[in-house]
């Protein structure tokens, strides 16, 4: 069984390794189940490449981050799933 700070040293891992990250924040931790395995929720933030952005989009002050979420087994530590995490508009 693995607790939260390692889930977080995982997820965070698997981002870095991933998507070529190390600018990698912390944004929420809960614990739930996904297909029958309990496992880790980890949100974590990443800067947006300022390029992708749109201009107008940018002008108007978008969220500069992106939001993803690593699901960790809570029992192995494997990396279960990775989501892109819909962030509710302002």
């Known amino acids: 069984m693995i607790d939260a700070k390692q889930a977080i040293q995982i997820a965070k891992a698997k ?6 990250q190390t600018a990698i924040d912390l944004e929420e931790i809960e614990r739930e189940v996904y297909k ?3 496992v880790w929720s980890i949100t974590l933030s990443i800067p947006r490449d300022p390029r992708q952005l749109n201009p107008l989009a940018a002008a108007l002050g978008p969220d500069r981050r992106r939001y993803k979420r690593f699901l960790i087994d809570a029992e192995t ?3 279960v799933a990775m989501k892109l995490r819909e962030v509710a508009s302002q």
């Open 15 to 20: 981002a870095a390794e991933m998507l070529d």
């Open 36 to 38: 029958s395995r309990e």
């Open 77 to 79: 530590g494997e990396l």
